[in-house]
């Protein structure tokens, strides 16, 4: 069974600064992984996924996440913090369930809450 | 193009009551997934249906849930004596297709909140 942890439940930076958050998955097929933001009081966004191919998979405002299959992480990094990326990140995993070929279902993390300080 | 719709947005009820919760997929899709999220958790998966089709409800409780997609109309999560464990946001996405690399897309949710 798929599964996802993410450490660290706050993280806080400052303006400019690195930006790294922390996602690792435990899956028993090729998995198809995903990072999603939410807003307060709105709904999830897709910041970026990784299917196949290239392992460094670049998303919206300017956030990329490599995939490591050898230490089964996604971590989501971004250079250079602004104070609008304050936000809740999710990662996610693709239940690897088949239904008559079809899969689908995601499994998330608890989440990790991004504070910008100025 | 409008995105995923979610109605209401807000919904308060008392327990014993009955909840329902309405979601409108994206154009040109066929497959809806709901999710529960409950405070300071993650999204955790609820259903998964296709058009007159519900084919994975591995999520739901067994009792007082239920969901449908008619052919014609929204996607329905149904709560019946609703409890105050119930209160937490409900999320719907829909995909174009039911693979696992589709992206998901999501409506801004329904809080429901029990007294």
């Known amino acids: 069974a798929q599964s996802v942890t993410q450490l660290g439940s706050h993280v806080s930076v400052s303006e400019g600064a690195l930006v790294l958050l922390r996602c690792n998955y435990s899956?028993?097929?090729?998995?198809?992984l995903f990072w999603y933001v939410q807003y307060p009081n709105q709904g999830l966004q897709l910041l970026l996924k990784?299917?196949?191919?290239?392992?460094l998979v670049k998303g919206i405002n300017g956030f990329e996440a490599e995939f490591k299959k050898s230490e089964t992480s996604f971590h989501l990094t971004k250079p250079s913090a602004h104070m609008s990326d304050a936000a809740e990140y999710f990662c996610?995993?693709?239940?690897?369930?088949?239904?008559?070929?079809?899969?689908?279902?995601?499994?998330f993390g608890k989440g990790t809450k991004l504070s910008v300080k100025p | 193009n409008a995105g995923v719709m979610q109605n209401p947005r807000h919904l308060v009820r008392r327990r014993g009551q009955e909840a329902r919760l309405r979601c409108s997929p994206m154009k040109g899709h066929s497959h809806v997934y709901w999710y529960r999220q409950l405070p300071e958790e993650g999204l955790k998966f609820m259903v998964y249906?296709?058009?007159?089709?519900?084919?994975?409800e591995s999520g739901m409780p067994k009792e007082r849930f239920s969901a449908e997609f008619p052919k014609e109309g929204p996607s329905i999560l149904r709560i019946q004596q609703v409890v105050r464990g119930d209160s937490a946001a409900y999320f719907c996405?829909?995909?174009?297709?039911?693979?696992?690399?589709?992206?998901?897309?999501f409506g801004p949710g329904t809080r429901l909140l029990v007294l």
């Open positions: 990784y299917t196949t191919g290239a392992t």
């Open positions: 996405a829909s995909s174009r297709r039911g693979s696992g690399q589709e992206t998901q897309y």
């Open positions: 996610a995993v693709s239940d690897g369930m088949n239904y008559g070929g079809s899969q689908g279902n995601l499994i």
């Open positions: 249906l296709q058009k007159e089709n519900i084919i994975d």
């Open positions: 899956s028993s097929v090729p998995p198809y």
